[in-house]
């Protein structure tokens, strides 16, 4: 159980990894968890200790056992974005309520840029595989990660299901995450930014009731703007009030349904993914002229060591 939200990650299953990912903590206090078919004494896979706010357990405690917790993620964390850049990939966290409209974007977005890029997706959800059904629908490979009765993704989890996927370079990865706007806020996945998705039937006060969310997000996408002539929502509002949480986001009004707004989203996928490819490229123009580097140093080892057994020195 995370002790950071109180969700159970114990029942977490990865396409393509075994059955289930069981958890459970050993006598001496080690907490990891493993598929079915994985060694059983393998202590690889650390989903956090104990549940939240457990009778008995101090505050420090809880404090110390949530520190641990995010340290964990973000070290795996930081493993995904290294992958991500040395890849050239461009990944992203899409996050919201249920309902939101996420999946139909997904679509949305695979159909306009089918051709353009390489796109993979990863789908979190407490249960079934239908979202990941209908992004192979599009012809994109997808992954479901089903989390139980965990409210969230985390770092750990994205690393094993990009085990799976072994997305394209220079390409594009949507993660999907459970539909929460409270526990993805806090676990870094490895991503470029987090992509909160507000739609118009929610209410416009949502970035004043979930601020981490909004503060955390990069983006934000006010989904399903063709119901608005039916609603009392107020979209200067809902802009403003995520501003209030994060000075900096940036909103475009879309409606995955009827495709208005989607230029606007597509051209800022656009550009953010030249920038990644960019990056990828400069990543390997460094690492190739280390390689050289090494080389040349060897070479004059060799060539030092040949004199010497001459007798040339």
């Given at each position: 159980m995370c002790a950071l939200c109180g969700c159970d990650n114990r029942e977490a299953k990865i396409e393509g990894a075994g059955k289930y990912m069981h958890f459970h903590v050993h006598a001496d206090g080690m907490a990891h968890s493993h598929s079915d078919d994985a060694n059983h004494h393998g202590h690889d896979l650390h989903y956090g200790l104990g549940p939240a706010h457990a009778p008995g357990m101090s505050q420090a405690r809880m404090v110390r056992v949530e520190q641990d917790i995010l340290a964990k993620n973000d070290a795996y964390a930081a493993t995904n974005r290294n992958y991500f850049r040395e890849h050239g990939i461009f990944a992203l966290n899409l996050v919201s309520s249920p309902g939101s409209g996420k999946t139909s974007l997904l679509v949305r977005t695979i159909d306009a840029l089918q051709g353009r890029y390489p796109i993979c997706v990863i789908e979190g959800d407490q249960q079934t595989s239908r979202d990941a059904d209908r992004i192979r629908a599009t012809g994109a490979p997808a992954i479901q990660i089903n989390t139980g009765r965990g409210c969230h993704l985390d770092a750990l989890m994205v690393g094993h299901a990009l085990e799976q996927l072994r997305p394209e370079e220079n390409s594009l990865m949507l993660i999907e995450n459970v539909g929460n706007l409270v526990c993805p806020a806090s676990f870094d996945l490895g991503e470029a930014h987090k992509v909160a998705v507000l739609s118009v039937?929610?209410?416009?006060?949502?970035?004043?009731?979930?601020?981490?969310?909004?503060a955390a997000a990069d983006l934000m996408l006010l989904n399903k703007s063709d119901l608005l002539a039916h609603l009392d929502f107020d979209v200067a509002f809902a802009i403003d009030a995520a501003r209030q949480a994060n000075p900096g986001i940036r909103t475009i009004v879309l409606s995955a349904r009827t495709g208005e707004g989607m230029d606007e989203w597509l051209d800022w996928l656009d550009a953010q993914?030249?920038?990644?490819?960019?990056?990828?490229?400069?990543?390997?123009?460094?690492?190739?002229?280390?390689?050289?580097?090494?080389?040349?140093?060897?070479?004059?080892?060799?060539?030092?060591?040949?004199?010497?057994?001459?007798?040339?020195?």
């Open positions: 039937t929610e209410g416009e006060d949502k970035p004043l009731k979930y601020p981490d969310m909004f993914l030249g920038i990644a490819a960019l990056r990828g490229a400069e990543i390997a123009e460094s690492r190739i002229a280390a390689f050289g580097a090494e080389i040349r140093a060897l070479e004059a080892l060799l060539a030092a060591g040949n004199r010497l057994a001459l007798g040339q020195v």
